[in-house]
């Protein structure tokens, strides 16, 4: 399974009246490969903690890891959010996060760039997660004056983008005898245009898991299977690789575990502080290519299903 990473930034200077001086609207930015490498854990528990303002210009690139010319840092308030799914005919779960990070007390300074920081509090420390310029109405580079007194208001969105049609493929079930049998699989999205386990901001860490097994066919991707028995503490994450943007997650199933004939699957983790921003909750069909049986596991059985998901930059409608 694959999650897209998209972000968008919207910047508003008001007056020391409460007059709105300049209001850019939401304008993309770059998510770094810093901010792809939060995902994979270790760098904080939100990768928009904090919001961090400089006057450089040079144009973002993917391996920059501080802004040109830092300037000052705030954490977020006011946090929103939208899971709603809107069908818009391309098979695509949109959701976001929002933040508001407040600035005052800049005195006569032109701010050109903005980032999001996951972790660090001052000029030295901070952990750079996306970057962008400040763009005019035509969309060309700019900067825009705070004078003393006035407000610096910026809204941040982080974006998470799911491909929600199912997958198909074909795997080879290995028997402790070296047979191999051919089974179609069918992976598909659950619980779209629900907030459970559908974070946009964290990062892969796992706090807790489920796993249900059931003799049932899939559901649909509003729904999970409900059906066959529950566990917990069955997934298990492979190490994180820097820049590879990927994890592998473990099924693990045991003699004593679904001893029945196995049809689907329907995974979901929790990571830390919440849930698991890059892991979208899926549900997988087995059937043989022979007959389209399911998988005949027995207390004689040992079952692992080594899976992989992914993460990258979102570059599509938003």
Request: with cysteine.
């Amino acid at each position: 399974m694959h999650v897209g990473i998209a972000g968008e930034v919207r910047c508003v200077v008001t007056k020391v009246d409460g007059e709105v001086k300049i209001d850019t609207g939401f304008q993309k930015n770059l998510i770094l490969n810093q901010g792809l490498d939060f995902f994979g854990g270790g760098k904080g528990s939100d990768i928009n903690a904090s919001c961090a303002i400089g006057s450089g210009n040079s144009a973002p690139a993917t391996n920059q890891t501080k802004l040109d010319s830092f300037i000052a840092l705030t954490s977020g308030t006011d946090t929103t959010s939208d899971y709603s799914y809107v069908d818009k005919g391309d098979g695509l779960y949109r959701i976001w996060e929002q933040r508001k990070y407040r600035f005052a007390g800049l005195d006569n300074v032109n701010i050109s760039e903005v980032g999001l920081v996951s972790t660090g509090t001052t000029s030295e420390n901070y952990y750079l997660t996306t970057r962008a310029l400040i763009k005019d109405s035509a969309g060309a580079p700019t900067s825009i004056s705070v004078k003393t007194g006035e407000t610096l208001d910026i809204y941040y969105r982080i974006h998470k983008v799911i491909d929600t049609r199912d997958k198909l493929f074909v795997v080879n079930m290995l028997d402790g005898d070296g047979r191999s049998v051919p089974y179609n699989v069918v992976t598909r999205s659950m619980m779209v245009g629900s907030s459970d386990y559908h974070s946009v901001v964290k990062p892969s860490n796992i706090d807790r898991n489920y796993l249900r097994v059931t003799e049932a066919e899939l559901a649909a991707v509003t729904s999970r299977p409900t059906l066959g028995i529950f566990y917990e503490g069955k997934l298990s994450l492979g190490a994180y690789t820097p820049t590879s943007f990927k994890r592998l997650l473990t099924i693990s199933l045991g003699l004593n575990d679904a001893n029945l004939p196995i049809r689907s699957l329907g995974l979901g983790i929790q990571g830390t502080a919440y849930n698991s921003f890059p892991f979208m909750p899926f549900q997988i069909r087995f059937g043989s290519v022979a007959d389209d049986s399911p998988i005949p596991k027995t207390n004689k059985d040992i079952l692992t299903i080594p899976l992989e998901f992914s993460w990258g930059r979102y570059e599509g409608t938003l």
